[in-house]
């Protein structure tokens, strides 16, 4: 996964038409996905999961810069709009998984079927109009990067004409290095919530099962509606004003965490509010970029990796503090408190420089 997200941007840089890469991992990913239940042994499972987990991030990169190149500067909806979608694909996930096991025989079926809604929502995107790298300019623009007569007429021969500046030139990597450190942070206190706050509940607060299930439950609507509501928020406010209402929302929800008078319902609520002011940073920390810097495809693999890494450091952390004596049970809260002093660092250093 990690791997797709990033290299793809080097090859998006190269071939500079998204839609053609996109048909290309589109192919591949079906081939893997649709013969999945064919697989004979766990290498070979695990070889196609690798293969679906490489192809479902490159597909993230391509998309979304896609959107940068298409939009530019007025990306911010967009790119809200298709971060809250992976919200809904994340709440789907568990529930389906669950169907297709109480099958029995019939799973096979059923997985065909959301494997092939998959594939078709993909090829869906391939209808949708999708900019080139502004490195190629219309022809009206010869006039200015080819040395066109004084009345801006120029030769209409090629549809495209070469930029002289290289869009490499123009990329601002420190900002893309603190658009992608503030991702980075933000996905490692969802992670940590997304995947420990069902044991939490149950292991540190006593929690039955189903109350433990509905938290969990709570915590991803509630990220996932944060982001539609970004994605209608940001049309009238500017991205850098939602990053910084979400650091400080998330800051006083931290609270609940650490009061002395704390419950476990308010330590959950605490931890459903730091995710709730997380979720704005995967969209709008790279529409701030974009409205400062040109987004490479290079760029977005850059973000797209340290987005990755911050979900390994949020799942894997915490996992490893369960085994401290001196963390035990707080191993949660410390990723989490860890993660959000690190966002605040990272956004204030970004939105004032």
Same mark, same amino acid.
């Given at each position: 996964?990690?791997?797709?997200?990033?290299?793809?941007?080097?090859?998006?840089?190269?071939?500079?038409?998204?839609?053609? #890469?996109?048909?290309?991992?589109?192919?591949?990913?079906?081939? =893997?996905?649709l013969?999945?239940?064919?697989?004979?042994?766990?290498?070979?499972?695990?070889?196609?999961?690798?293969?679906i987990?490489?192809?479902?991030?490159?597909?993230?990169?391509?998309?979304?810069?896609?959107?940068?190149?298409?939009?530019?500067?007025?990306?911010?909806?967009?790119?809200n709009?298709?971060?809250?979608?992976f919200?809904?694909g994340?709440?789907?996930?568990?529930?389906?998984?669950?169907?297709?096991?109480?099958?029995?025989?019939?799973?096979?079926?059923?997985?065909?079927? #959301?494997?092939m809604?998959?594939?078709?929502?993909?090829?869906?995107?391939?209808?949708?109009?999708?900019?080139?790298?502004?490195?190629l300019?219309?022809?009206?623009d010869?006039?200015?990067?080819?040395?066109?007569?004084?009345d801006?007429?120029?030769?209409?021969?090629?549809?495209?004409v070469?930029?002289?500046?290289?869009?490499?030139?123009?990329?601002?990597?420190l900002?893309?290095?603190?658009?992608?450190?503030?991702?980075?942070?933000?996905?490692?206190?969802?992670t940590?919530?997304l995947f420990?706050?069902?044991?939490?509940a149950?292991?540190?607060?006593?929690?039955?099962?189903?109350a433990?299930g509905?938290?969990?439950?709570?915590?991803?609507v509630?990220f996932?509606?944060?982001r539609?509501?970004?994605?209608?928020?940001v049309?009238?406010?500017?991205?850098?004003? =939602?990053?910084?209402?979400?650091?400080?929302?998330?800051?006083?929800?931290s609270?609940?965490?650490?009061?002395?008078?704390?419950?476990g319902?308010?330590?959950?609520?605490?931890m459903?509010?730091v995710?709730?002011?997380?979720?704005?940073?995967?969209?709008?920390?790279?529409?701030v970029?974009?409205?400062?810097s040109?987004?490479?495809?290079?760029?977005?693999?850059? =973000?797209? =990796?340290?987005?990755?890494?911050?979900?390994?450091?949020?799942?894997?952390?915490v996992?490893?503090?369960?085994?401290?004596?001196?963390?035990?049970?707080?191993?949660?809260?410390?990723?989490?408190?860890?993660?959000?002093?690190?966002?605040? #660092?990272?956004t204030?250093?970004?939105?004032l420089?």
């Amino acid at each position: 996964s990690m791997t797709g997200g990033f290299a793809i941007g080097f090859v998006l840089d190269a071939v500079r038409d998204p839609h053609a #890469i996109l048909t290309v991992l589109l192919i591949v990913k079906a081939s =893997i996905e649709l013969t999945m239940p064919f697989g004979e042994s766990l290498p070979a499972l695990s070889a196609q999961l690798a293969g679906i987990a490489f192809c479902g991030n490159a597909i993230a990169t391509v998309t979304t810069t896609s959107i940068a190149w298409t939009y530019g500067k007025l990306m911010g909806l967009q790119m809200n709009i298709v971060n809250a979608v992976f919200g809904v694909g994340g709440s789907l996930a568990a529930p389906l998984a669950v169907l297709c096991r109480r099958l029995g025989t019939r799973s096979t079926f059923a997985y065909w079927a #959301i494997a092939m809604a998959d594939v078709a929502f993909v090829a869906a995107a391939l209808l949708v109009p999708a900019r080139a790298n502004p490195k190629l300019a219309a022809p009206a623009d010869r006039a200015k990067v080819a040395g066109a007569d004084s009345d801006g007429k120029a030769e209409l021969g090629e549809r495209y004409v070469e930029l002289r500046d290289d869009p490499a030139e123009v990329v601002d990597w420190l900002g893309v290095a603190l658009c992608g450190a503030s991702v980075l942070f933000a996905t490692m206190c969802e992670t940590a919530i997304l995947f420990w706050l069902f044991y939490f509940a149950v292991r540190e607060l006593g929690w039955s099962v189903e109350a433990a299930g509905l938290v969990n439950t709570m915590f991803m609507v509630c990220f996932t509606a944060t982001r539609f509501v970004c994605g209608w928020l940001v049309t009238f406010v500017n991205a850098s004003v =939602i990053l910084s209402g979400g650091l400080a929302f998330s800051i006083v929800a931290s609270l609940g965490m650490a009061s002395p008078w704390h419950t476990g319902e308010l330590t959950c609520l605490g931890m459903i509010g730091v995710g709730m002011g997380a979720a704005p940073y995967a969209a709008n920390a790279i529409t701030v970029l974009g409205q400062r810097s040109f987004i490479s495809g290079r760029a977005q693999g850059v =973000i797209r =990796i340290l987005s990755a890494f911050g979900a390994l450091i949020g799942t894997s952390g915490v996992g490893f503090l369960h085994n401290v004596p001196a963390v035990g049970g707080f191993g949660l809260p410390a990723v989490v408190y860890a993660g959000l002093a690190a966002e605040a #660092i990272v956004t204030v250093v970004m939105l004032l420089r």
